[in-house]
């Protein structure tokens, strides 16, 4: 569940560590950086673990701070695909089943991983495993519940530069078919301009532009679940069998 990721990164030492020995400094520039972070296609960082090598430190001009050159190691988390984990549940809608390790909560099981049969209780708000037509159980709130690990999935992440040469293109477009057509301003019309029509037609009768939609923020790392194999499911849906419920438990960490 846990492994050792060796890293290589510069870190900037602020002029107020200047005082405080090398070692004390780098290592307080990297617990400020990476703890509680996920780094992409590596999992979440835990914690810095060690340091191995400090390197030079370089002043760039327009920056007072330190510029040294670090290896070190830190404790990630990412389980193996098909590890088997115990967490609780902690919320349920029709698409699936929502757990929480609580240092991690973005862990989903979709309805298709669930035990089958299974069906949605809207009076309940709970999924239920049908195991017989006269034996329900429930998949109850705030309860531990042992998963398999389906599949780690991270988020593409667009840089702000990127983003914003999209908006612009987007916005080029938009202002030269609404140039090309009659009536409006010719090609000596300004790009604000062209902007304020476009944001008076998108106005209210009152005047105050059009609330824009909420966008979905996905996750940076999230985890996909199953519950559909014996075993696995509440811990109180398998009574006597409370032993290792982490796959990987005994295995300590491995250095990627």
């Known amino acids: 569940m ?14 107020n560590e200047f005082g405080k020995d090398v070692l004390t400094a780098v290592r307080n520039a990297l617990n400020a950086k990476y703890p509680n972070k996920v780094m992409r296609n590596l999992g979440l960082c835990v914690a810095l673990y ?3 090598h400090i390197g030079e430190s370089h002043l760039h001009p327009g920056s007072a701070a330190h ?4 290896q070190f ?3 990630i988390f990412r389980p193996h695909i098909g590890a088997i984990l115990t967490g609780s549940v902690v919320s349920s809608d029709e698409e ?6 609580g240092f991690f909560n ?3 099981v979709p309805k298709t991983l669930l035990q089958e049969p299974s069906s949605w209780s809207p009076e309940e708000g709970l999924w239920v495993w049908n195991v017989t037509p006269d034996h329900e159980l429930f998949v109850d709130l705030e309860n531990p519940i042992r998963f398999r690990v389906h599949q780690i999935v991270f988020a593409e992440q667009a840089n702000a530069a990127s983003r914003a040469a999209v908006a ?3 916005a080029a477009a938009v202002a030269s078919n609404v140039a090309s057509r009659p009536g409006t301003p010719g090609a000596g019309a300004s790009t604000t301009a062209l902007a304020a029509k476009a944001q008076a037609a998108g106005a209210g009768s009152s005047g105050a532009p059009a609330a824009a939609p909420p966008v979905a923020v996905e996750p940076p790392m999230r985890i996909i679940a199953a519950i559909d194999k014996s075993g696995l499911g509440l811990t109180s849906w398998w009574p006597g069998d409370e032993g ?6 005994d295995e300590g960490m491995d250095e990627t």
């Open 67 to 70: 510029h040294t050159a670090v």
């Open 73 to 75: 190691r830190l404790v």
């Open 2 to 15: 846990f492994q050792l990721a060796r890293v290589h990164d510069t870190v900037h030492i602020q002029p």
């Open 106 to 108: 973005d862990i989903h």
């Open 244 to 249: 290792g419920d982490d796959a990987d438990g």
């Open 96 to 101: 699936g089943v929502r757990i929480s390790l």
């Open 168 to 170: 612009a293109t987007a």
């Open 50 to 52: 060690d340091i191995l």
